[in-house]
């Protein structure tokens, strides 16, 4: 709007809104979005093939109407490092809000060498309907205590080919506050079993190669304190648990006990994503088996390195690696590793939440050797 007041030009700006009446909550007023006729969305999230395989895996592109769309003939398609892939036409007779699923196969063959690529899919539509948007997707968050917000994103994905190699097959995952790392695990090949508190007994312990808990697992499940003789029985009779970072303050201090051997938790963290890192234990097995970790493994990580490394540990814990940012002291509380009975035991605060959706090779390639630990060595 422009305002003029005593001969003073003003521009002033104000939001469309849109009110309307809820029977409980009263009058809301939610900010007018323009939308695309239609979005899309993608899943997985991230597709890995292990260098080597001959696989065939599927990618499928979900296309939502934002408004009735009536007898328009629609072009599906899609390309990966720059590669078209095959198109599929249709006549598109959808409501708003209606959805369809069009599958992409994805061969090993179609991706040369040790790289990243992205799947880009695409959505046209005839009949006169604007296609401006057409590769975006659309989040909304939505909570009593604030507006209604809506983000458009490219909906492309990260399809890995990369040299990995894994050892054991069926892996327990407790999850914690929530993360994606169990679609990254299923990516990897394992077979993924959520564990709730009912689950977390011998009888489904014992036929898990690994268990691991989700970040935050031990500040927001309390139930855990009363699972920790049943967690070390099973590493004393061979299993491996590796606990993600938990967070050790005042607002979320950990009640729980955690390991076989004391440890605490510190607020320390490498928020260098681009940190030099120092192998303290080279021959270590988690740095060789069975993946041969390299300085390249930390390469193109993202955001940070690690939070809520581990502090004042036992002695019979194994620092495996130091970092720090610049100007400060190296920590090698990012990784420890004990052995207990027939098992292992593992603490990390590496942000693997963080580097295994965003596609990091290398994170892959060491969680890959944290739940190999406990397995026979060649």
Do not use: C
Not at 12 to 30: A, H, S
Not at 138 to 150: A, C, F, K, V
Not at 169 to 181: L, S
Not at 283 to 310: C, M, S
Request: aromatic letters at 8%; hydrophobic letters at 35%; a neutral charge.
């Amino acid at each position: 709007f422009e305002v003029e007041i005593e001969g003073v030009k003003l521009n002033l700006k104000k939001p469309v809104l849109y009110k309307y009446t809820d029977p409980v909550k009263g009058e809301i007023y939610q900010p007018v979005v323009v939308v695309p006729p239609v979005n899309l969305k993608v899943s997985p999230s991230i597709l890995l093939f292990k260098q080597g395989e001959s696989i065939t895996q599927t990618i499928t592109v979900t296309a939502r109407a934002n408004k009735d769309i009536s007898k328009a003939t629609a072009e599906i398609s899609a390309s990966i490092g720059g590669t078209s892939l095959e198109k599929m036409q249709r006549e598109l007779s959808l409501q708003k809000g209606s959805v369809i699923n069009v599958p992409f196969s994805i061969s090993s063959e179609m991706l040369k060498g040790n790289n990243t690529q992205l799947f880009i899919p695409e959505i046209k539509l005839s009949n006169g309907i604007a296609t401006k948007g057409s590769s975006l997707g659309m989040r909304t968050i939505s909570y009593d205590h604030i507006p209604e917000l809506n983000y458009f994103y490219e909906n492309n994905i990260k399809v890995l080919n990369i040299d990995l190699k894994t050892s054991g097959k069926r892996v327990g995952y407790i999850v914690g506050a929530g993360d994606k790392v169990p679609q990254a695990l299923e990516q990897m090949g394992y077979e993924v079993i959520i564990l709730n508190q009912n689950d977390i007994v011998p009888s489904v312990l014992s036929t898990l190669d690994a268990v691991i808990t989700g970040v935050r697992a031990y500040n927001v499940h309390e139930y855990l304190s009363d699972k920790y003789e049943v967690l070390m029985e099973y590493v004393k009779n061979g299993g491996n648990l590796i606990v993600q970072y938990n967070t050790n303050t005042q607002i979320g201090p950990v009640k729980a006990k955690i390991g076989p051997y004391d440890f605490t938790i510190s607020r320390t963290r490498v928020t260098d994503e681009n940190a030099p890192v120092q192998f303290l234990d080279p021959d270590h097995p988690v740095l060789n088996y069975p993946n041969k970790i390299t300085q390249k493994d930390f390469e193109g990580w993202i955001q940070e390195r690690g939070i809520y490394f581990a502090a004042q540990r036992a002695p019979e814990f194994k620092s495996v690696l130091s970092m720090n940012d610049p100007g400060e002291s190296p920590s090698d509380g990012s990784l420890i590793i004990a052995n207990y009975g027939k098992g292992t035991f593992v603490y990390t605060g590496l942000v693997f939440f963080r580097e295994l959706p965003a596609g990091v090779p290398g994170a892959y390639r060491l969680m890959a050797n944290l739940i190999a630990l406990n397995q026979n060595k060649p």
